[in-house]
């Protein structure tokens, strides 16, 4: 298979002029962002990199030899995840307002578009775990906790575009592998349209004043061609690799989401009300700046990554990969847990 590098081309270049025409139009309509006790940075910034970053995909996609039939529903569920998104950051809605349509954008995906988790592969070393009649309902669950899971992640300048930007290499590398074109399309136009955004949220090679956030949309959006990726990438006869790797490759979102969540409820908090505990939170309350929390962050999803396209392309069993996850995601819950009681010991 070949990789159309004038598709890319156009979907990076694309995403750049969307971010430069959005950005006053932004300002003037106030959809920005500003300091509060959670976000620590300078000054008003615009809320338009998840907006830009799918304009640049839709565009590229429009311009490409890939079948729209096969990925029209989800363009449509992106899109309703983008314009829901944007008019949360605009004007903020209720956690039950965003749930209700991330749940449509996940029927749309599930439901209408047919792409559903149909199995979880052979987890306990006995046979493949099929889910039938529940699985339009555990894919919709995993969806609805992807766009959340990379939203969760959104705290620090970076953080979410370089964690997307690893999986969706990843995904790519596998799609290729697996002789999947289409997917691997979507994961290259993907993997174009984030690093325009990452050099004004960093601002790398541009002034602080002109710094720009993804936005609600944005980790929605990138969420959902995760979430997309991973289930049509990992199912059916043709798949590229086993539901198991799946874990390795979105690592870092999935062992933080559940970990907060866990420790919210056993405290008794609402798993929905934010706090300052993700695994960022942690490395900052640490005495580690933002771009070394990025740098570490970063490391230790390449690294997951990496194990699990090992694993995939050395024919681990899928059981021995699931071990693996568990025993990691334990470890990290339980060093997190002490760090926390310490961190907050000290105050």
Known sequence: MSIPLTLLFVAAFTTIVAISILRPFAISINLTDVPSNRKKHQGVVPLIGGIAMFIGFLISVLSSTIDLNQIKYFILASFIVVIVGSLDDHRDMSVGFRFLFQAAAALIIAGVGGVNIESFGDLLSRNEIFLNSWSIFFTVIAIIFALNAVNMLDGIHGLAGSISLITFIALAYLAYNGSNHQSLI??????????????????????????????????????????????????????????????????????????????????????????????????????????????????????????????????????????????????YFILSYILLLRIDGNK
């Open 186 to 331: 979507v994961a290259l136009l993907m993997c174009a349209v984030i690093p325009p955004f990452l050099l004004e949220n960093l601002c790398i090679g541009r002034l602080q004043s002109n710094r720009i956030f993804m936005g609600d949309a944005g980790s929605m959006f990138l969420g959902m061609g995760i979430v997309w990726l991973l289930i049509d990438l990992s199912q059916g006869e043709s798949k590229a690799f086993s539901p198991v790797i799946a874990l390795w490759i979105f690592a870092i979102p999935i062992i933080d989401t559940i970990s907060t969540i866990v420790r919210r409820l056993i405290i008794g908090k609402s798993p929905f009300k934010p706090d300052l505990n993700h695994l960022h939170h942690i490395l900052n309350r640490m005495g580690f700046s933002n771009n070394i929390v990025l740098i570490i962050i970063s490391i230790l999803s390449l690294s997951m990554a990496l194990i699990g396209v090992l694993g995939e392309t050395n024919s681990i069993p899928e059981w021995k990969m699931f071990i693996g996850f568990s025993v990691v995601f334990i470890i």
